[in-house]
């Protein structure tokens, strides 16, 4: 049904956000990836979709793909004026550093 929603509307962030969120709670991590990184392509100030790519791009042993996508979203949330999303942008990359 998610995929219905994005195939109707592409452009919009929100429906495919959510198939990507199904998608990784599923472990279907190459297609939450996949949806992720269409996501931030379509709809880069989507800020929430950042965090979630890089969580997922964790959980698939792609740390350097993670760090990628954190320092995009931590861009995104400073041009967006987003101080909590970037702080937990911030934190997760940290972590990845560490």
């Known amino acids: 049904m998610l995929r219905?929603?994005?195939a109707q509307k592409p452009g919009?962030?929100?429906?495919?956000?959510?198939?990507?969120?199904?998608?990784k709670r599923r472990g279907?991590?190459?297609?939450?990836i996949i949806e992720f990184r269409a996501l931030i392509a379509n709809n880069?100030?989507?800020?929430?979709a950042y965090l979630m790519a890089?969580?997922?791009?964790?959980?698939?042993?792609?740390?350097?793909?993670?760090?990628q996508i954190l320092t995009q979203g931590e861009q995104a949330a400073r041009a967006a004026g987003d101080a909590h999303a970037l702080g937990e942008l911030e934190s997760?990359?940290?972590a990845l550093e560490g």
């Open 92 to 94: 997760a990359r940290a």
């Open 44 to 48: 880069p100030e989507y800020v929430p």
């Open 4 to 6: 219905q929603f994005v």
């Open 54 to 67: 890089g969580n997922a791009l964790v959980e698939a042993g792609d740390r350097d793909g993670a760090l």
């Open 28 to 32: 279907q991590l190459v297609d939450a």
């Open 12 to 23: 919009e962030a929100f429906p495919r956000y959510g198939l990507a969120m199904e998608l």
